[in-house]
């Protein structure tokens, strides 16, 4: 174009805009492992070891399993403690039957499914990414690895996978009972 005496070049330029990466997954994750804003605590009791208590949200769990909604959604028979108690032999649903008025429990009580296995499907439902399964798995066999008897192991890291293959069939496990189809 031409302007007066003067040429010019007009060059349209779309503007830049970088966009940081998403954080969804990292900001959900730290609701589960900071406990921040939880309505709910997850007690897993199994076998001689100690309780391990996991600070959850029924609103994440409830939506990302329907064993969870359901049993948040209704009353349960120990809803005068506001326990929540999960027979080894039941799921959730088989304890629940319909209330009018929706109080979760603000404590549930976990007998059927280990701790590190519980962790891991908890980390799963708050991030759905496998991923984070393995790393907790990894995670919990490496603790249970450094509290044992200390002793060199010549099986080095197939006796890692092998120890492995229990706690995912738990997690598995827990997966099918909870009704999370996606794992």
Do not use: W
């Not at 503007?15 to 954080?23: F, K």
């Not at 959900?28 to 709910?40: A, I, N, P």
Request: glycine letters at 6%; charged letters at 20%; one cysteine or more.
């Amino acid at each position: 174009g031409r302007v007066g005496n003067t040429d010019f070049v007009y060059e349209h330029t779309p503007p830049s805009v970088e966009v940081p990466p998403p954080t969804l997954t990292a900001d959900f994750l730290s609701l589960l492992t900071e406990g921040r804003h939880s309505d709910v605590t997850i007690e897993a009791v199994y076998g001689e070891a100690a309780p391990v208590t996991f600070s959850a949200h029924t609103n994440i769990l409830s939506q990302r399993s329907d064993v969870f909604a359901a049993a948040f959604a209704h009353e349960m028979r120990e809803s005068t403690t506001r326990t929540l108690t999960v027979p080894q032999s039941q799921g959730l649903a088989a304890e629940c039957r319909r209330c009018p008025i929706f109080t979760p429990p603000s404590f549930a009580q976990v007998t059927d499914v280990p701790p590190p296995a519980l962790k891991a499907l908890l980390h799963f439902l708050y991030t759905d990414d496998f991923d984070e399964v393995q790393k907790v798995l990894r995670e919990e066999g490496s603790s249970e690895g450094s509290s044992s008897s200390g002793g060199a192991s010549s099986s080095g890291a197939s006796g890692a996978a092998e120890q492995s293959i229990p706690q995912l069939q738990a997690v598995l496990a827990a997966a099918h009972k909870y009704g999370v189809l996606r794992l």
